[in-house]
T-cell receptor, first 114, second 111 residues
């Protein structure tokens, strides 16, 4: 079945360590997105990519990095520069890089910094 | 800046009808989405409005008034499984399809 796979589902990290969250989709979607969700808050956009080898910063990109080397993959690295990384991270994709189509979400990755 | 407001919490009774409101102030509006999210899970798509009016889909309906910057999600014949967070999101024009989300409305359905 087609869908978006995020891994790991749960991740624990020590302060000062970088960690990479995986996001893979087999929907043949052009656009991919990373959102962060904190308790009681809406989803906030970290980075998005409309096409391979290109990506743009969202509203809260500081302390994060991404790559888009393949259409199917959009990994997110949470660096040690991110001051408050404990959160629920959601990856999403959309059929078009334009202004049509809803976002399809992965199951999420919950990151806890110890 | 962009601003999307919705109530933080709502409570309703099983079998009843509930309306969740969303107001927005954004530049370059290009559609409004409603998603349902159960605790610890991914959001799932419920509805999409880009023109004024009512869109009905089974027990769920969504309304949009672009001139008022207003939308609502109507849930009929409430079931216990409808207890979830409901997210209102706006797509901005010509910005790569990204969505701007409100903070979500936590709906509790009581027996």
């Amino acid at each position: 079945d087609g869908g978006i796979t995020q891994s790991p589902k749960y991740l624990f990290r020590k302060e000062g360590q970088n960690v990479t969250l995986s996001c893979e989709q087999n929907l043949n979607h052009d656009a991919m997105y990373w959102y962060r969700q904190d308790p009681g808050q809406g989803l906030r956009l970290i980075y998005y990519s409309q096409i391979v080898n290109d990506f743009q910063k969202g509203d809260i990109a500081e302390g994060y990095s991404v790559s888009r080397e393949k259409k199917e993959s959009f990994p997110l690295t949470v660096t040690s520069a991110q001051k408050n990384p404990t959160a629920f991270y959601l990856c999403a994709s959309s059929i078009s890089k334009g202004d049509t189509g809803e976002l399809f979400f992965g199951e999420g990755s919950r990151l806890t910094v110890l | 800046g962009q601003n999307i407001d919705q109530p933080t919490e709502m409570t309703a009774t099983e079998g009843a009808i509930v309306q969740i409101n969303c107001t927005y102030q954004t530049s370059g509006f290009n559609g409004l989405f409603w998603y349902q999210q159960h605790a610890g899970e991914a959001p799932t798509f419920l509805s999409y409005n880009v023109l004024d009016g009512l869109e009905e889909k089974g027990r769920f309906s969504s309304f949009l008034s672009r001139s008022k910057g207003y939308s609502y999600l109507l849930l009929k014949e409430l079931q216990m499984k409808d207890s979830a967070s409901y997210l209102c999101a706006v797509r901005l024009y010509n910005q790569g399809g990204k969505l701007i989300f409100g903070q979500g409305t936590e709906l509790s359905v009581k027996p």
